[in-house]
């Protein structure tokens, strides 16, 4: 049973606009909330991540949004760089509980 | 400090066989998770285990197993390979256990099972 959905499989965007990737969740017990970037042939790597305390978090271009009535996240990059062309997996977790990650969004930025 | 290695990076085997995969963790993690990534599917969680003791398990069948040593290395083996099984392997490492603080992950192991 799929958690954590990603509906979109894949993003393009121009450099300099802005990339929106978008998460849902069913899980209500869910009370944090990560994004990891993954590059070909290496692990994923942490980008940001977000309490259930909170509604935004902000990291130099990247801002995650959090609607926990919705149980919708977004993570929101501005703006576009081509290094930022990368498989991008929302993950959530309960507690100390294992994490619930999704499909996985390639965003491709285009010069 | 180095990151986490996994062995082989890339693995060829025939259905119904068997097949063990490495882990080593970041020095100083004690749990290692396991992930199976497929097209679609994303990352679909095996197990972790935390100081030698499998601490969560996802839900995959009984041919998939792992054990974790006293250096916290980390094994995953899968009997009577299947087409499925077809996958990125990766491997996470924590200080703690998993949830409790940031995973760092291997660069995983491609399958290919023919």
């Known amino acids: 049973d799929q958690q954590v959905k990603q509906n979109s499989p894949s993003l393009s965007v121009q450099e300099g606009r802005i990339s929106i990737l978008n998460c849902d969740y069913t899980?209500?017990?869910?009370?944090?909330f990560l994004w990891y970037k993954k590059y070909p042939a290496e692990g994923p790597t942490f980008l940001i991540s977000?309490?259930?305390?909170?509604d935004k978090n902000e990291d130099g271009r990247f801002t995650v949004f959090l609607n926990k009535s919705a149980k919708h996240l977004s993570l929101h990059i501005v703006p576009s760089q081509p290094g930022d062309s990368a498989v991008y997996f929302c993950?959530?977790?309960?507690?100390?509980?294992?994490?619930?990650f999704g499909a996985g969004t390639t965003v491709t930025v285009r010069a | 400090k180095a990151g986490v290695t996994q062995t082989p990076r890339y693995l060829i085997k025939t259905r119904g066989q068997q097949v063990t995969l490495s882990c080593s963790p970041i020095?100083?993690?004690?749990?290692v998770s396991w992930y199976q990534q497929t097209p679609g599917q994303g990352l679909q969680f095996l197990f972790e285990?935390?100081?030698?003791?499998?601490?969560n398990k996802g839900n995959f069948p009984g041919r998939f197993s792992g054990r974790q040593f006293s250096n916290s290395r980390s094994e995953m083996n899968v009997s009577t390979l299947e087409l499925g099984d077809s996958a990125l392997y990766l491997c996470?490492?924590?200080?703690?256990?998993?949830?409790?603080?940031?995973?760092?992950f291997g660069p995983g192991t491609r399958l290919t099972v023919t």
């Open positions: 899980n209500s017990m869910f009370d944090y």
């Open positions: 977000i309490s259930s305390i909170k």
């Open positions: 993950a959530a977790k309960k507690g100390d509980y294992k994490l619930s």
């Open positions: 020095s100083g993690h004690r749990s």
């Open positions: 996470a490492s924590s200080l703690g256990p998993q949830g409790a603080g940031e995973q760092y």
């Open positions: 285990y935390f100081s030698e003791t499998q601490r």
